[in-house]
């Protein structure tokens, strides 16, 4: 199945199927919480079951690169058909890999993560913006041609970004700088900038706002000192272009697929009551 992630096939995805976006991570630490042994076989084995049990209940899925490319050329091979799985159930690929380089070098990220033709086939790829947002540029323009999307890292949850990302920039916060330059660049090039949003409620909120016609992934779903509702409350502001991700909400249920798929079910119920189409 070709890549289908124009901003309107996102749209589309997210109203009638689930704002819920599944995490893939088959790192050393959930291969062995499942009892798989940490090498590509066990990376396979894991995906399958998620892929099971999610089926086509799942709009999108955040593919965690590293975790495959640790095992050379046969992880990049079985992430590559990890992703051609996610086409199969009409869901949408995020390859999370947080790239940003020099403008030769970002046409090559383009040829390995984004579109139908590129090496790993992906719908989005997320990016840094911290080399300055023009260096973004060249893979953002790949992405408009391919119909794929850049996720950028507006505002990260991790307890280290604070200190970068919410310092001052003039009136600004950088935070919100890199989301003004999302919009800006999507009023004059297309929709090809999203947005990564890690942030309480309040501040998550009032970025979203900034970037009316980007697609948005709000990260938090099942972590400590994360409310759900919270999370829930932003992307409703946001319908159509909000993501929810979850990914140790759901693989503590693993490695059993009925397990997984009813972990799946309670975080679409869990969210549908303040997201459309949940």
């Not at 940003?100 to 970002?106: E, F, G, K, R, S």
């Not at 973004?136 to 280290?160: C, F, I, K, Q």
Request: proline letters at 5%; glycine letters at 12%; charged letters at 20%.
């Amino acid at each position: 199945m070709a890549a289908v992630s124009t901003v309107s096939a996102w749209t589309d995805l997210l109203l009638t199927r689930s704002a819920l976006c599944l995490g893939l991570a088959p790192s050393p630490k959930w291969l062995g919480a499942w009892g798989l042994p940490d090498d590509v076989g066990g990376a396979r084995r894991m995906c399958g079951a998620v892929l099971e049990a999610a089926g086509d209940r799942v709009s999108v899925y955040r593919i965690q690169v590293p975790f495959f490319a640790r095992f050379g050329g046969a992880g990049t091979a079985l992430l590559r058909d990890v992703v051609d799985g996610v086409h199969g159930r009409g869901s949408l690929a995020v390859l999370d890999a947080k790239v940003c380089d020099a403008d030769d070098t970002m046409d090559s990220y383009a040829d390995l993560y984004l579109g139908p033709d590129s090496v790993l086939g992906g719908d989005a790829v997320t990016a840094t913006p911290f080399m300055g947002f023009a260096a973004l540029d060249p893979l953002l323009r790949r992405a408009r041609e391919s119909g794929t999307l850049v996720m950028v890292l507006v505002r990260t949850s991790n307890h280290a970004a604070g200190g970068v990302q919410g310092a001052r920039a003039g009136t600004r916060t950088v935070a919100q700088r890199t989301a003004d330059e999302v919009q800006e660049w999507n009023e004059r090039h297309g929709t090809a900038a999203a947005a990564v949003v890690g942030a309480d409620r309040a501040e998550a909120a009032e970025l979203v706002s900034r970037m009316p016609s980007a697609v948005v992934e709000l990260p938090g779903l099942g972590r400590a000192g994360r409310e759900t509702g919270d999370l829930v409350a932003v992307a409703a502001g946001a319908p159509g272009r909000a993501v929810l991700p979850v990914t140790t909400g759901v693989l503590r249920h693993g490695p059993d697929v009925a397990a997984l798929r009813a972990g799946i079910a309670s975080w679409r119920a869990e969210i549908g009551a303040g997201v459309p189409a949940c």
